[in-house]
């Protein structure tokens, strides 16, 4: 933009009349029409009457002066010549660059025919590998292996993809399969015959080993690659991207057409190969979920409590200890930041009722924590404001108690009610709210603002004025009843 915005001034410099053009007391001495003529645009015959406005131009640098040192800027100046004066300094074009020819980058893939590379001599091809395993020690080649540009290696073979050549059943048939003799060179130098099977047999022989690794499971992720030199894997699946090849079975169905596709898919489903992720993904919740609710209920076995709400900590995430009873496949797994995704943004139940009606049956509650938590505030702060006369002064140790005890013939709560409650002939607080800290909790309204953010503060606060609640209370101790 500057050198555009240079060229311009020169040209403007060289103008005739650049005088009027570039200083503004030289303009309003010198009318439109006294300049000279070939400044003129050729439509422009008489001076406008209503306003006096400068017509737009058209004029440009004449090209037949050449040799006019008016019109020179430097030694390449003669591609001003013919140029607009009118067009804007962004749409002049700057003198053409010298570009000089892109160097290969060292290790690049030359544009070579891969049936031309195959057809290359055994004994060009025997010289490449023999430089691999002089410089690694085997030939378990790495996929897409490009042999870099240095001297360890014949110059024929520089850029070209090895291991796609040589682990190929063509390349076997044109060179190997009739001589036995190198058959014994290439297995002294630890060619991997294994790479020349289908491509589909690696895959499966890698899911195997996969699955043996990880408790059965073959989850794989869609960046897992088999790890290079791991002898656990075995040496024709080593840098294989199985969790590619696994996201493409899965999506494109690659591996599974022809007469060996459902062959196939009986062998995948027989490795526990998962066919849709997002169902895996949620099946994997509802059993953390379902396992949650068992561990519930059984803390409250002997309570005489119920089990209603399923309702999981946001921060819970699932054990990974043998002790906690957690199946080892759910180790690790977030499940209150799942619930959370799944109460605010739908996560694995958008558009199928069928996996919300499941959730539902196990407890799981749409509303969140902590609109639950709120819920119980209130309705354990209203009982408390009914039995004290619409005040609602609770202790901050106040715990909502459970009945004294419970008679067994099964006739309900027994006279003691009376004796702690008088007036009430039921126990007065219901079972899902027995242990609840409602001291606590309203001292957290007071002190912290607990439940009174966003837009429901302002109906909540009146639902705690209208039971009476004292939100500035006596400080010191409370006299005994």
Avoid at 48 to 70: E, H, N
Avoid at 182 to 201: A, C, D, H, M, T
Avoid at 353 to 359: G, H, S, V
Wanted: glycine share 8%; net charge positive; charged share 25%.
């Amino acid at each position: 933009m500057r050198q555009s915005g240079a060229l311009l001034l020169h040209a403007l410099c060289a103008c005739p009349g650049a005088d009027s053009l570039l200083r503004p007391e030289a303009a309003t001495a010198t009318r439109y029409d006294e300049r000279p003529a070939f400044a003129l645009p050729m439509h422009a015959a008489a001076a406008p009457t209503r306003r006096r406005k400068r017509p737009r131009a058209s004029w440009s640098v004449p090209s037949l002066v050449r040799g006019d040192g008016a019109w020179s800027y430097g030694a390449s100046s003669e591609f001003l010549w013919g140029g607009s004066l009118t067009q804007t300094p962004s749409r002049i074009k700057a003198p053409p660059k010298a570009t000089k020819k892109r160097r290969r980058p060292r290790g690049q893939k030359k544009d070579i025919d891969s049936a031309t590379v195959r057809a290359r001599p055994y004994s060009s091809v025997i010289e490449a590998l023999r430089a691999y395993h002089a410089i690694h020690g085997d030939l378990v080649i790495p996929r897409r292996f490009v042999v870099p540009m240095t001297d360890e290696y014949p110059k024929e073979w520089h850029g070209v993809d090895l291991a796609s050549t040589v682990y190929d059943m063509r390349w076997w048939q044109r060179h190997i399969k009739n001589n036995s003799d190198r058959v014994q060179e290439l297995n002294s130098l630890g060619f991997v015959w294994e790479r020349l099977q289908l491509e589909y047999n690696l895959v499966l022989s890698a899911l195997m080993t996969y699955s043996s690794l990880n408790n059965g499971s073959a989850k794989v992720h869609s960046t897992f690659v088999v790890p290079f030199g791991d002898d656990v894997w075995p040496k024709a699946t080593w840098g294989l991207p199985l969790g590619r090849c696994v996201h493409r079975i899965r999506v494109r169905g690659d591996y599974l057409n022809g007469q060996n596709g459902m062959a196939r898919r009986r062998q995948l489903d027989g490795l526990g190969f998962v066919w849709d992720a997002h169902e895996q993904a949620f099946l994997n919740v509802y059993r953390a979920l379902k396992h949650f609710r068992k561990l519930e209920r059984a803390k409250l076995m002997g309570t005489g409590r119920e089990f209603r709400i399923l309702r999981v900590p946001q921060k819970f995430v699932v054990p990974s200890e043998v002790e906690s009873g957690w199946p080892e496949d759910l180790w690790g797994l977030q499940l209150g930041a799942k619930c959370a995704a799944i109460r605010q943004k739908e996560l694995y139940v958008k558009a199928n009722p069928e996996r919300r009606r499941a959730l539902e049956e196990l407890g799981f509650q749409w509303s969140g924590n902590a609109t639950l938590g709120w819920l119980e505030v209130i309705h354990a702060a209203a009982i408390y404001s009914r039995l004290h006369g619409r005040n609602l002064d609770v202790p901050a140790k106040f715990v909502v108690p459970a009945p004294p005890h419970v008679d067994l013939s099964g006739n309900g709560i027994n006279n003691d009610v009376a004796s702690i409650y008088p007036g009430e002939t039921e126990w007065p607080w219901p079972e899902h709210l027995w242990g609840l800290t409602l001291g606590q909790r309203l001292k957290d309204i007071r002190l912290r603002g607990a439940y009174l953010k966003g837009d429901s503060a302002d109906s909540r606060r009146a639902q705690l004025d209208a039971l009476g609640f004292n939100w500035t209370p006596k400080r010191g101790r409370r006299k005994k009843a």
